[in-house]
């Protein structure tokens, strides 16, 4: 799919995008009034309009930060619709269905730590819902009509249905983005990824080797040395059933 007649055929929700304002070319831009509630024809593409897909009927996992790619496989059920473009390779995972619509974003506190990406704070997000679409493959983004970087498909397959709870597995995504974003440059590492491993020891059901796993892939992540972050996890579950043992948290982190 790459043209509008493709979509419609597939029962796409799409509105023509790529518009001006102030004088200046928004390739993400619909073009339609209340596109929300209009449902767009093939009359209402040109050869050059965008094609932005509405997720009314499916939704779109977009991944903003570079680094959340690193914990994609580890978290994300596998989709078979996966799109994105020469500077952000496979960062649209689509799916069937509807779920909660939702940005993951750090505080505007954060600024410092994200003002080289090209999404500043925002990690990850779960696009669902008829007033939320994303440019589709068939798109191009540049500053004039029908030019720039072009929106393609990595892999095509059917859209399959989210085979588990994608809330919360996206949150995972965008906690372990933000604690590699957080990552010390130097000094107190160890601290550093001990307090993780004890928020989530207290405040989760994850198992101990799971803390562990996603302990060594922040660290790794982080180009940190992983043989002394190994069993973190289950070094802080073990602790916290021993009176007087030392635990840390939020205030140290």
Known sequence: MKTPQEYLEKDFNITPCGNYKDGEYNPKAPKLKEWQKKKATLKDFNGKDNIGIIWDTHFDIDVDNPLAHNF??????????????????????????????????LPKEFEPWCKSFPHGNTLIEIRSGSGQQSLGPGSKVGDKPGTGEEVKWEVLEGISIYDGEVLEDVSKIAFATAMTILYPSKGNRRDYV????????????????????LIEKIATHSGDKVSDKLSVGTHARQQMGNEGARLMGLPTL
């Not at 994609?72 to 596998?78: A, I, M, N």
């Open 72 to 105: 994609v496989p580890l978290y994300l059920k596998p989709s078979s619709a996966i799109y994105g473009r020469d500077s952000n390779k496979r960062s649209h995972f689509l799916f069937k269905g509807k779920t909660d619509d939702k940005e993951f974003r």
């Open 194 to 213: 001990y307090s993780i491993a004890c928020v989530l020891a207290k405040g989760t059901t994850w198992t101990d080797s799971e803390i562990d796993r």
